[in-house]
């Protein structure tokens, strides 16, 4: 099924996936998912993640460091998708280890493992003819990075080829030009960029770089259809202890919608595998 946002704003968390270590990620998906995140992005460890800022850097080095791999990364989406069917599960990746494998060969395996959709960081729309193709064949749906400095031409190409594969995911709106962190505001040029997105696409636009808190979710949530967290979760990650970070996590996600995830009746919960 296409990935949806039935409750705005939708939440899509990003996690580095082996950080601390493969179970505790499988952990902490379930639980944000269980307090209220619609996707989770789980990340490919990449020894140069030139998008990311510090807070990931260090995530993905101590990953890389475990040696966890593009194929433990999907064993892990396998074990989220058994768990918890409905929800949305992405895989986040730079292009060099997904080229490593081979890109039809990663994207049958990556519906194998019951991922909904695939984003690669560095993929340029102007080059994805293969790797639409190898989405188109394996029912995936491709998902673009959009930028403030890119002209409307390139963001009607974004729109038509998030539309390319006969399933539909969401186009990340980037919301600021740099790296991924926490910032302390929504800058002003996501709500343009999405204002400018909506021209050419129907599809969710998920805003992401420095959204961290409730204040910022529900800024996004006036504009856009879902806010993209990461850096943020991975920051807690990194202070928590493991056999606390589902716990952290969680709570942090219910308190981005002020207690208004689907576990409200309930407080916050915790992955029950």
């Not at 188109?136 to 998030?162: G, H, W, Y």
């Amino acid at each position: 099924m296409p990935i949806d946002f039935p409750k705005k704003p939708g939440i899509v968390a990003y996690l580095t996936t082996g950080d601390p270590d493969l179970n505790t990620t499988r952990d902490i998906a379930l639980a944000a998912i269980d307090n209220g995140a619609d996707v989770i992005e789980l990340g490919v460890p990449f020894s140069d993640p030139l998008a990311d800022g510090p807070v990931i850097q260090r995530a993905s080095e101590r990953a890389v460091a475990r040696g966890v791999r593009i194929t433990d990364v999907l064993v892990v989406a396998k074990q989220i998708r058994e768990a918890r069917p409905n929800a949305g599960l992405v895989l986040f990746s730079y292009l060099n280890p997904v080229v490593r494998i081979g890109i039809e060969p990663l994207c049958r395996e990556a519906a194998d493992s019951g991922i909904d959709g695939i984003l690669l960081t560095d993929m340029i729309v102007e080059e994805a003819d293969e790797y639409l193709e190898a989405l188109r064949a394996n029912q995936l749906a491709p998902i673009f990075l959009a930028a403030p400095t890119s002209p409307d031409r390139r963001l009607k190409a974004i729109a038509e080829a998030s539309l390319a594969t006969g399933k539909t995911g969401f186009v990340y709106a980037i919301s600021r030009v740099g790296i991924t962190g926490a910032q302390t505001q929504v800058a002003d040029d996501a709500e343009d960029l999405v204002t400018r997105l909506r021209q050419f696409t129907k599809l969710p636009i998920a805003v992401g770089f420095g959204i961290s808190n409730s204040i910022h979710v529900a800024a996004v949530g006036k504009f856009a259809e879902a806010a993209v967290i990461g850096s943020a979760i991975v920051s807690l990650i990194e202070k928590t202890p493991p056999a606390e970070a589902a716990t952290v996590v969680g709570r942090f996600i219910y308190k981005l919608r002020d207690g208004a995830g689907p576990s409200q009746q309930s407080g916050i919960r915790m992955a029950v595998r």
